[in-house]
């Protein structure tokens, strides 16, 4: 099992960047897929942005590409997102989450594929 945290939220002006990171607890970390989702007020959670276990495969939602980066670093239990070009469309919580299968062949987009999740961390971009 992992345990996500995230943090490096915060409120930014329109066309500015952050990075966010996220922290997992347990010996097991790059056995999980991890990803990136966002909820904005009165939304769905919706997928941002996901890694391999391995870092080589990324794949990111059409309205976030190009803008986002995400990574990973197994040696630190922690995947972040590079979040640039913010728009307020942008503004939301951003929640990290590890797939809730170890070593699953494929990267999944899917929320119900993910069944460890953080606390989210709020970005809000300023027009």
């Known amino acids: 099992q992992v345990q996500p945290v995230e943090s490096g939220g915060g409120l930014v002006q329109a066309g500015g960047s952050l990075r966010l990171s996220c922290v997992a607890s347990g010996r097991t970390f790059s056995r999980y897929t991890m990803g990136w989702f966002r909820q904005a007020p009165g939304k769905e959670r919706e997928f941002v942005a996901a890694i391999s276990r391995s870092g080589s495969s990324t794949t990111y939602a059409d309205s976030v590409k190009g803008r986002f980066t995400i990574s990973r670093d197994n040696a630190k239990n922690t995947v972040y997102l590079q979040v640039n070009s913010l728009k307020p469309e942008d503004t939301a919580v951003y929640y990290c989450?590890?797939?809730?299968?170890?070593?699953?062949?494929?990267?999944?987009?899917?929320?119900?594929?993910?069944?460890?999740w953080g606390q989210g961390t709020q970005v809000t971009v300023s027009s």
């Open positions: 989450a590890a797939d809730s299968v170890e070593y699953r062949f494929r990267i999944t987009t899917e929320t119900d594929d993910y069944g460890y």
